[in-house]
Protein backbone atom coordinates (compact mmCIF):
# COMPACT_ATOMS: atom_id res chain seq x y z
CA UNK A 1 0.00 0.00 0.00
CA UNK A 2 1.10 3.20 -0.78
CA UNK A 3 -0.40 6.32 0.67
CA UNK A 4 1.13 8.26 -2.42
CA UNK A 5 1.96 6.95 -5.75
CA UNK A 6 3.58 9.80 -7.48
CA UNK A 7 7.03 8.52 -9.21
CA UNK A 8 9.56 9.81 -7.00
CA UNK A 9 12.69 7.70 -8.08
CA UNK A 10 15.36 5.84 -6.14
CA UNK A 11 17.98 7.92 -4.79
CA UNK A 12 21.04 6.30 -3.63
CA UNK A 13 21.83 4.58 -0.95
CA UNK A 14 24.36 7.09 0.43
CA UNK A 15 21.37 9.47 0.50
CA UNK A 16 19.23 8.15 3.08
CA UNK A 17 18.37 9.23 6.48
CA UNK A 18 17.56 5.73 9.00
CA UNK A 19 16.21 6.14 12.33
CA UNK A 20 13.55 8.54 13.68
CA UNK A 21 15.75 10.91 15.55
CA UNK A 22 18.02 11.70 11.62
CA UNK A 23 14.56 12.43 9.65
CA UNK A 24 12.65 14.10 12.43
CA UNK A 25 15.54 16.61 12.10
CA UNK A 26 15.97 16.68 8.69
CA UNK A 27 12.15 17.48 8.42
CA UNK A 28 12.67 20.25 11.17
CA UNK A 29 15.80 21.74 9.39
CA UNK A 30 14.01 21.88 5.83
CA UNK A 31 16.19 18.99 3.95
CA UNK A 32 15.04 18.61 0.72
CA UNK A 33 13.26 15.07 1.24
CA UNK A 34 12.31 13.09 -2.27
CA UNK A 35 9.96 10.72 -0.23
CA UNK A 36 9.99 8.77 3.34
CA UNK A 37 9.13 4.84 3.99
CA UNK A 38 7.48 4.03 6.53
CA UNK A 39 6.42 0.92 8.07
CA UNK A 40 2.56 -0.50 8.01
CA UNK A 41 1.14 0.21 11.57
CA UNK A 42 3.27 2.98 12.62
CA UNK A 43 3.15 3.72 16.11
CA UNK A 44 4.52 6.78 18.62
CA UNK A 45 6.81 9.03 16.88
CA UNK A 46 6.78 8.01 13.74
CA UNK A 47 3.31 8.66 13.29
CA UNK A 48 4.02 12.22 13.95
CA UNK A 49 6.82 12.46 11.49
CA UNK A 50 4.41 10.79 9.20
CA UNK A 51 2.44 14.11 10.02
CA UNK A 52 5.00 16.26 9.42
CA UNK A 53 5.72 14.88 6.07
CA UNK A 54 2.24 15.07 4.86
CA UNK A 55 2.29 18.80 6.15
CA UNK A 56 5.54 19.85 3.62
CA UNK A 57 4.25 17.69 0.73
CA UNK A 58 6.62 14.98 0.74
CA UNK A 59 5.13 11.24 -0.27
CA UNK A 60 5.05 8.49 2.19
CA UNK A 61 5.23 5.17 1.14
CA UNK A 62 3.97 2.34 3.77
CA UNK A 63 6.27 -1.04 3.83
CA UNK A 64 6.36 -4.11 5.88
CA UNK A 65 8.72 -3.86 8.13
CA UNK A 66 11.41 -6.64 5.86
CA UNK A 67 11.22 -3.90 3.40
CA UNK A 68 12.79 -1.74 5.60
CA UNK A 69 15.28 -4.11 7.13
CA UNK A 70 16.69 -4.91 3.93
CA UNK A 71 16.78 -1.16 2.76
CA UNK A 72 18.32 -0.40 6.70
CA UNK A 73 21.15 -3.42 6.23
CA UNK A 74 20.63 -4.52 9.37
CA UNK A 75 20.78 -0.94 10.92
CA UNK A 76 18.08 0.00 13.48
CA UNK A 77 15.40 2.09 11.19
CA UNK A 78 12.84 2.06 14.36
CA UNK A 79 10.09 1.84 11.26
CA UNK A 80 11.42 5.40 9.83
CA UNK A 81 13.76 5.70 6.41
CA UNK A 82 14.27 9.46 4.43
CA UNK A 83 15.64 9.23 0.78
CA UNK A 84 16.95 13.05 0.86
CA UNK A 85 18.99 14.94 -1.21
CA UNK A 86 23.09 15.09 -0.34
CA UNK A 87 24.56 16.47 2.97
CA UNK A 88 25.06 20.83 1.62
CA UNK A 89 28.62 21.03 2.92
CA UNK A 90 28.58 25.20 4.74
CA UNK A 91 31.72 27.14 4.33
CA UNK A 92 34.07 28.51 6.89
CA UNK A 93 32.63 32.02 6.15
CA UNK A 94 29.51 30.89 6.82
CA UNK A 95 30.67 29.64 10.14
CA UNK A 96 32.02 32.66 11.09
CA UNK A 97 29.15 34.76 9.98
CA UNK A 98 27.00 32.64 11.90
CA UNK A 99 29.63 33.48 15.25
CA UNK A 100 29.17 37.00 14.57
CA UNK A 101 25.24 37.35 14.29
CA UNK A 102 25.20 35.51 17.69
CA UNK A 103 27.58 37.98 19.23
CA UNK A 104 30.27 34.96 20.20
CA UNK A 105 33.96 34.11 19.27
CA UNK A 106 34.40 32.09 16.63
CA UNK A 107 34.60 27.96 18.19
CA UNK A 108 35.37 25.71 15.15
CA UNK A 109 36.78 22.03 15.10
CA UNK A 110 38.83 20.62 13.32
CA UNK A 111 39.68 16.98 12.30
CA UNK A 112 42.43 15.15 11.18
CA UNK A 113 42.00 12.03 9.15
CA UNK A 114 39.37 10.78 11.04
CA UNK A 115 37.70 7.59 9.40
CA UNK A 116 35.25 6.45 11.83
CA UNK A 117 31.51 7.98 10.74
CA UNK A 118 30.39 6.85 14.43
CA UNK A 119 33.91 9.11 15.70
CA UNK A 120 32.19 11.86 13.23
CA UNK A 121 29.06 11.65 14.12
CA UNK A 122 29.39 11.60 17.83
CA UNK A 123 32.01 14.69 17.41
CA UNK A 124 28.94 16.58 15.39
CA UNK A 125 26.67 15.71 18.29
CA UNK A 126 28.73 17.06 20.77
CA UNK A 127 30.06 20.06 18.99
CA UNK A 128 25.94 21.02 18.41
CA UNK A 129 24.98 20.36 21.99
CA UNK A 130 28.47 22.47 23.26
CA UNK A 131 27.67 25.55 20.97
CA UNK A 132 30.62 25.21 18.44
CA UNK A 133 30.05 26.80 15.09
CA UNK A 134 31.29 24.83 12.79
CA UNK A 135 33.25 21.01 12.08
CA UNK A 136 35.89 21.37 9.61
CA UNK A 137 37.03 18.47 7.67
CA UNK A 138 39.29 17.37 5.12
CA UNK A 139 38.52 15.84 2.00
CA UNK A 140 40.89 13.13 1.97
CA UNK A 141 41.83 10.39 4.14
CA UNK A 142 38.93 11.26 6.35
CA UNK A 143 35.37 10.15 6.18
CA UNK A 144 32.39 13.12 5.46
CA UNK A 145 29.13 13.64 7.04
CA UNK A 146 27.35 9.95 5.52
CA UNK A 147 23.98 8.47 6.46
CA UNK A 148 25.52 6.75 9.65
CA UNK A 149 27.17 9.54 10.50
CA UNK A 150 23.86 11.82 10.25
CA UNK A 151 22.68 8.78 12.51
CA UNK A 152 24.90 8.58 15.46
CA UNK A 153 24.62 12.07 15.46
CA UNK A 154 20.81 12.06 16.73
CA UNK A 155 20.49 14.57 13.97
CA UNK A 156 22.58 17.06 14.89
CA UNK A 157 23.98 16.99 11.67
CA UNK A 158 21.16 19.01 10.15
CA UNK A 159 21.77 22.00 12.12
CA UNK A 160 25.60 21.84 12.91
CA UNK A 161 27.77 23.66 10.11
CA UNK A 162 30.40 20.90 8.41
CA UNK A 163 33.05 22.30 5.81
CA UNK A 164 35.26 20.17 3.57
CA UNK A 165 38.49 21.35 2.78
CA UNK A 166 41.18 20.43 0.22
CA UNK A 167 44.03 21.46 2.45
CA UNK A 168 44.00 22.04 5.97
CA UNK A 169 47.15 23.42 6.58
CA UNK A 170 46.30 26.27 4.77
CA UNK A 171 43.03 26.25 6.11
CA UNK A 172 45.02 26.60 9.83
CA UNK A 173 47.03 29.68 8.29
CA UNK A 174 43.91 31.32 7.23
CA UNK A 175 42.18 31.07 10.20
CA UNK A 176 45.33 32.58 12.45
CA UNK A 177 44.78 35.26 9.84
CA UNK A 178 41.36 35.90 10.86
CA UNK A 179 42.44 35.91 14.76
CA UNK A 180 41.48 32.20 15.68
CA UNK A 181 43.88 30.30 18.15
CA UNK A 182 44.61 27.08 16.53
CA UNK A 183 44.74 24.69 19.53
CA UNK A 184 46.17 20.79 18.99
CA UNK A 185 44.82 17.99 21.23
CA UNK A 186 48.12 16.19 22.16
CA UNK A 187 49.68 14.09 24.80
CA UNK A 188 52.34 15.80 25.08
CA UNK A 189 50.19 19.43 25.34
CA UNK A 190 49.36 21.09 28.52
CA UNK A 191 47.14 19.47 30.87
CA UNK A 192 43.80 21.02 31.02
CA UNK A 193 43.44 19.92 34.91
CA UNK A 194 46.51 21.06 36.36
CA UNK A 195 47.98 19.96 39.86
CA UNK A 196 48.21 22.95 42.33
CA UNK A 197 48.27 26.10 41.74
CA UNK A 198 49.41 25.85 37.95
CA UNK A 199 47.21 27.78 35.48
CA UNK A 200 45.35 26.28 33.15
CA UNK A 201 45.69 26.64 29.55
CA UNK A 202 43.26 29.68 28.48
CA UNK A 203 40.77 28.43 25.81
CA UNK A 204 38.70 31.52 25.87
CA UNK A 205 38.42 33.91 22.66
CA UNK A 206 38.43 33.03 19.12
CA UNK A 207 39.69 29.25 18.91
CA UNK A 208 40.03 26.44 16.44
CA UNK A 209 40.27 22.49 18.19
CA UNK A 210 42.37 20.32 16.08
CA UNK A 211 41.48 16.71 16.66
CA UNK A 212 43.52 14.21 15.27
CA UNK A 213 42.86 10.45 14.40
CA UNK A 214 42.43 7.23 16.39
CA UNK A 215 45.65 5.73 16.97
CA UNK A 216 47.98 8.50 14.76
CA UNK A 217 47.17 11.40 16.03
CA UNK A 218 47.48 14.63 14.69
CA UNK A 219 49.90 15.34 11.66
CA UNK A 220 53.04 16.51 12.04
CA UNK A 221 52.63 19.51 9.47
CA UNK A 222 49.48 20.07 10.97
CA UNK A 223 51.01 20.00 14.81
CA UNK A 224 53.11 22.48 13.82
CA UNK A 225 51.02 25.15 12.28
CA UNK A 226 48.70 24.94 16.21
CA UNK A 227 49.66 27.69 18.33
CA UNK A 228 49.84 25.23 21.13
CA UNK A 229 48.79 21.79 22.01
CA UNK A 230 47.01 20.74 25.58
CA UNK A 231 45.84 17.89 26.84
CA UNK A 232 43.56 15.71 29.16
CA UNK A 233 44.95 14.21 32.27
CA UNK A 234 44.58 10.08 32.49
CA UNK A 235 44.25 8.44 36.09
CA UNK A 236 43.74 4.88 34.77
CA UNK A 237 45.72 2.57 32.45
CA UNK A 238 44.54 3.33 29.14
CA UNK A 239 46.73 5.51 27.15
CA UNK A 240 44.29 7.35 25.75
CA UNK A 241 40.59 8.58 25.22
CA UNK A 242 38.97 7.74 21.98
CA UNK A 243 38.91 10.87 19.28
CA UNK A 244 35.08 11.58 20.28
CA UNK A 245 35.01 11.36 23.61
CA UNK A 246 38.66 13.59 24.08
CA UNK A 247 36.75 16.13 21.49
CA UNK A 248 33.87 16.01 24.30
CA UNK A 249 35.97 16.76 27.02
CA UNK A 250 37.73 19.64 25.34
CA UNK A 251 34.87 21.37 23.61
CA UNK A 252 33.06 21.39 27.07
CA UNK A 253 36.60 22.78 28.75
CA UNK A 254 35.87 25.53 26.25
CA UNK A 255 32.59 26.22 26.93
CA UNK A 256 33.43 26.30 30.28
CA UNK A 257 36.11 28.57 30.83
CA UNK A 258 33.40 30.93 27.89
CA UNK A 259 30.53 30.77 30.64
CA UNK A 260 33.24 31.57 33.27
CA UNK A 261 34.48 34.51 31.32
CA UNK A 262 30.92 36.29 30.77
Given at each position: MKENSRNTGSPGK?????????????????????FIMAAKRSEGSAKKIIASAREKNIPVRYEEKAVLDKIAGGKNHQGIIAYVSEYRYSSIDEMMMLAEQKGEDPFLVLLDGIEDPHNLGAIIRTAECAGAHGIIIPKRRSVGVTETAAKVSAGASEH???????????????????????????????????????TPPDLTGPVGLVIGAEGRGIGRLIKEKCDFAVSIPLAGKIESLNASNAAAVLMYEIRRQRNEKK
Open positions: ENILIGRNAVSEALSAGRETAMMCAQVTNLSRTLEDLKKRGLWVVACDMDGKTIYPDGEE
